[in-house]
């Protein structure tokens, strides 16, 4: 293995110091080869798709016989009906090549190359591909339509006027059927308009009537909740005096002081119970069980203290302050608050009643024209079933003008149409052959290709030693050892200017390479499929 891969390395270092040699038989094979594909002429391909109804073609050559033709049979048969001497002579003369013959010999010439040159290929059942390539792409146009022309005419015969009429005939009632379906189409489209909402698998009506009683339920649920808010705040007003004493007897604390503070207190916890219910605690949970235990508690102690203050009241043992009278009352700012707190609750109770009205009559109406959907649903479907027949007709009336192209038989209107050109030919823009892409790229591969084979063939030819191995190998002289060169600055700079020429020479390669593509493309000879 290390003797192949020695011989490997002394064989590309052989081809690598005949650099040079290869790269100009690279430079002359490629700049040889892309003039050759320069010269190379373009072939333009004309083609048309064409549906031949064999059946009716071929009726009288197949006639009395017990086999069926298979599409290869198929096929055989109109390309010679279509390539038949006859039709050779006229497509010759209709195109002008026979301008081109000199004598008769010249012009049979001509007939049998337009004979050869002429492809016939099967695309489907009855439908066929003829082509032609020539250099001129006006002319291969020329020649596939003066084919076609000629089949056409042979064969249809008498029957293009019948086919005319039929086809006018359909065109007519394709008219009608189309203004018919846009003024379905347009009933049915201002029915649905002014109808959404009711309309048969329109989810807007009953996902409507469905949100609005759901909405009523929350409402109601928030209604109540507002309510209870509201007489728990009254049953609460009703234990807190709307008046306290200002002072109390010989420079005591302010009658009615404590009483006051009972009730901040129950107002206090109060809020808090509420805040626990609007964060969803139940009834039956712990903290809401504590903290009304705790309310019901101080009320028990508000109303003591009030049966004090009053038993005080009445008995005369309350001794005003000098410069006050006895039993000085002020307002009391708690009773104030939730006085206040009570009428917002009012006034949220009857927004919520107003809006639990509202919704209650948006139902009322929807439910009022629930009597109407049926009705809508049987009016869309008259209008459905009207569209969907002029809709069928219409189709078929479609399917009936494309059958009469390719039909075999229309009735009595027509005498059965055998030819119909699917595709008529067009003056190609664009070469189908050569593929200069491919041609090109070739040559450069080829030319690299001569320039590595001959750098060898010198090696091969003027041999030279790399190694002192293979000078042993090769002469049964004893090898005493090697000496290195010595290269000297002028020698390194020659060798820098050769290897910096052979660059710019392989980059030079590439860019013609390169350029060649260009002009091609330039030339639009290169987009070829």
Same mark, same amino acid.
């Given at each position: ?337 939730? $006085? ?50 002029? $809709? ?20 009595? $209107? ?116």
């Amino acid at each position: 293995m290390n003797e192949i891969y020695q011989q490997l390395v002394s064989i590309l270092y052989a081809i690598w110091q005949r650099r040079t040699y290869a790269l100009i038989t690279a430079w002359v094979v490629s700049a040889f080869g892309w003039f050759l594909v320069a010269q190379i002429p373009n072939q333009y391909e004309a083609a048309s798709r064409i549906y031949v109804d064999t059946e009716s073609m071929l009726g009288n050559l197949m006639r009395g016989m017990a086999v069926n033709t298979d599409i290869l049979q198929q096929l055989n048969m109109v390309r010679q009906t279509l390539i038949s001497r006859p039709n050779m002579e006229k497509v010759v003369r209709m195109t002008d090549l026979d301008l081109n013959a000199k004598n008769d010999q010249d012009l049979e010439a001509i007939v049998v190359n337009l004979q050869k040159r002429i492809n016939l290929a099967s695309s489907g059942a009855n439908l066929f591909r003829l082509s032609f390539e020539d250099k001129d792409p006006v002319m291969a146009r020329k020649v596939v339509q003066s084919l076609l022309t000629l089949f056409v005419e042979a064969n249809m015969g008498a029957s293009r006027k019948d086919l005319a009429g039929t086809r006018r005939f359909l065109d007519d009632q394709l008219r009608k059927h189309e203004q018919e379906l846009a003024s379905a189409e347009r009933r049915k489209a201002e029915f649905q308009q002014k109808n959404l909402g009711m309309l048969p698998g329109d989810a807007s009506y009953f996902t409507r009537l469905q949100q609005l009683r759901g909405e009523i339920v929350v409402a109601n649920s928030d209604l109540s909740d507002a309510r209870v808010r509201r007489d728990e705040m009254q049953r609460h007003l009703s234990n807190i005096p709307p008046y306290v004493t200002a002072t109390g007897s010989n420079g005591g604390p302010p009658v009615g002081g404590n009483s006051n503070d009972l009730a901040q207190r129950i107002a206090g916890k109060q809020r808090r119970l509420d805040e626990l219910r609007e964060h969803g605690f139940t009834d039956r949970h712990p903290d809401v069980v504590i903290m009304k235990e705790s309310i019901a508690q101080l009320e028990k102690d508000l109303t003591k203290e009030r049966a004090v203050i009053a038993e005080q009241m009445k008995s005369g043992n309350m001794d005003p302050l000098p410069g006050t009278g006895a039993g000085n009352l002020v307002p009391n700012p708690l009773y104030e608050q939730l $006085k206040i707190r009570i009428i917002e609750m009012e006034t949220q109770v009857a927004s919520l009643q107003g809006r639990v009205e509202q919704k209650r009559q948006d139902m009322a109406k929807l439910e009022s024209v629930a009597h109407q959907v049926p009705e809508v649903e049987a009016e869309l479907a008259r209008l459905n079933r009207d569209y969907g027949v002029i $809709k069928a007709n219409y189709e078929k009336l479609l399917e009936r003008r494309e059958s009469a192209r390719l039909a075999q038989d229309l009735e009595t $209107k027509t005498d059965g149409v055998q030819i119909r050109v699917i595709d008529p030919p067009q003056v190609p823009r664009l070469p189908s052959s050569p593929n200069r892409l491919l041609l090109v790229t070739g040559v450069l591969v080829a030319g690299l290709g001569a320039g590595v084979a001959v750098a060898f063939l010198m090696s091969q030819l003027h041999t030279t030693y790399t190694s002192v191995q293979r000078l042993r190998d090769t002469f049964a002289f004893p090898v005493l050892g090697s000496i290195s060169a010595i290269i000297t600055a002028q020698e390194e700079r020659l060798r820098h200017r050769n290897l910096v020429a052979f660059v710019i020479g392989l980059v030079g390669l590439f860019g013609s390479f390169g350029g060649v593509i260009l002009i091609e493309m330039l030339r639009g000879n290169l987009l070829v499929g």
